[in-house]
């Protein structure tokens, strides 16, 4: 397997909002949320693979 950056490469979809970034976070919650939802009415997607970690896996208040 390559970089994280070359993961399915050529057969998986990414979110509009795959590589946003808010300071040290991955972009605004709603914006991930939406390209989540986005993809459940879409008959070719099969699976949802997420990640999480560092600071930004859990949100503080």
């Known amino acids: 397997m390559g970089s994280g950056s070359d993961f399915g ?3 998986a979809k990414t979110g509009e909002h795959v590589l946003d970034q808010r ?3 991955a972009g605004h919650d ?3 949320l ?3 939802n986005a993809g459940f009415p879409d ?3 099969r699976a949802a693979i997420t ?3 560092g600071a ?3 949100p503080h208040p």
């Open 34 to 36: 939406a390209d989540l």
């Open 43 to 45: 008959p070719e997607i």
């Open 51 to 53: 990640t999480r970690g």
């Open 9 to 11: 490469r050529g057969w």
């Open 30 to 32: 709603a914006d991930r």
């Open 23 to 25: 300071g040290y976070l």
């Open 56 to 58: 930004g896996g859990l």
